[in-house]
């Protein structure tokens, strides 16, 4: 079994700033990329920003000099520091792990069950 559990999610004022963490546990041998994707009502899931284990970064354009995703390969832990947010940044916050299992010769990606995030004033 593999977790991903989020945390950080909230209210937050325009022009504020919130960060998320997301935990990975469980029967882990490797993690490729992690990653935060994000759902506004009414909206499909959108990529915000990915990881790879090496550190190289991609972000959504709409989040670019706004967020900074960073992880911690020995906690198997990945953050999203978000500043500067927006009314449009509401929405919840997936997490998301390219994984390798423990006695799998394969990766496979998991979810985790998502955090939400609310800009408003």
């Known amino acids: 079994q593999v977790q991903l559990v989020e945390s950080g999610g909230g209210l937050v004022q325009p022009g504020g700033s919130l960060r998320l963490s997301c935990a990975a546990s469980g029967s882990i041998l490797n993690i490729n990329v992690m990653g935060w994707y994000r759902q506004a009502p009414g909206k499909e899931r959108e990529l915000v920003a990915t990881?790879?284990?090496?550190?190289?970064?991609n972000y959504a354009d709409s989040v670019k000099g706004r967020f900074t995703i960073s992880r911690d390969n020995a906690k198997n832990t990945v953050y999203l520091q978000m500043s500067s947010l927006k009314p449009e940044d509401t929405a919840v916050y997936y997490c998301n792990g390219n994984i390798r299992r423990i006695g799998t010769v394969r990766f496979a990606d998991y979810w985790g069950r998502g955090t939400r995030v609310t800009v408003s004033s």
């Open positions: 990881i790879a284990s090496g550190g190289s970064t």
